[in-house]
């Protein structure tokens, strides 16, 4: 149980064009996901907390109007990359809290390998 | 300020010994801690997590120790076999309404036949 599916597994796009992943929480409603990004060999850097049916929380030194989050229903939370830039090229991987304090309490997605030429 | 860290990038074990992987954090107030598996392209795999009111907890071949006075957590993994070979994520969360995991950077750890 508590499967998160995330979609596209790549994407590759042109500079300047925007993007949107999809996150579904496919057997569970998720109250809050969250988005990452992973640099190579890096950390995963939480950018953003997503709150279905209010405005997301960022992280400092993400730009909303960058990186915009919608998560209008219990099951699907979006993240779009707006007129994105090579510098932009990632892996973006959501998460879902599915109940806190006790065994996993975070289910992730398989992310997304953006890349922007 | 990097609340969550893992100094040593990487680690390598022959098949069947012990594998120890550790973490220290900075942040008193966190009080759960997970370990996650992960291989390129792909999303964290969940393996084991511990309570602070804990000081072990134990899953098949994977053992989690909380040492909440240096602030340090360490992952064994016995024994070790080749398919352990990823990356391994050290996280840390303060629960509750808003809780929300913090990463460490990760340690590459390589199980030798």
């Known amino acids: 149980g508590a499967v998160v599916s995330q979609h596209p597994s790549w994407v590759i796009c042109k500079s300047g064009t925007s993007v949107k992943i999809e996150c579904r929480s496919l057997d569970f409603q998720a109250t809050t996901m969250f988005w990452y990004r992973q640099f190579p060999k890096q950390s995963l850097m939480l950018m953003a907390t997503s709150n279905e049916g209010s405005k997301a929380t960022y992280e400092q030194g993400v730009e909303k109007d960058k990186f915009l989050i919608n998560h209008a229903s219990l099951t699907l939370s979006t993240l779009t990359v707006t007129s994105a830039h090579p510098e932009d090229s990632s892996f973006y991987i959501c998460s879902a809290r599915v109940h806190l304090g006790q065994g996993n309490g975070y289910t992730f997605g398989s992310g997304t390998r953006l890349t922007v030429v | 300020d990097q609340q969550v860290k893992q100094n040593s990038p990487s680690l390598s074990v022959q098949e069947g010994r012990i594998s120890i992987l550790n973490c220290d954090y900075t942040n008193s107030m966190f009080d759960y801690f997970l370990w996650y598996k992960k291989y390129p392209a792909e999303g964290p795999t969940f393996l084991i997590s511990i309570s602070s009111i804990k000081d072990k907890n134990e899953d098949g071949r994977f053992t989690v120790f909380l040492n909440k006075s240096a602030k340090h957590l360490s992952l064994h993994i016995v024994p070790s076999q080749p398919g352990d070979s990823a990356v391994y994520f050290c996280?840390?969360?303060?629960?509750?309404?808003?809780?929300?995991?913090?990463f460490g950077k990760g340690i590459t750890l390589s199980v030798r036949p």
């Open positions: 996280a840390a969360a303060q629960t509750g309404a808003n809780s929300k995991l913090t």
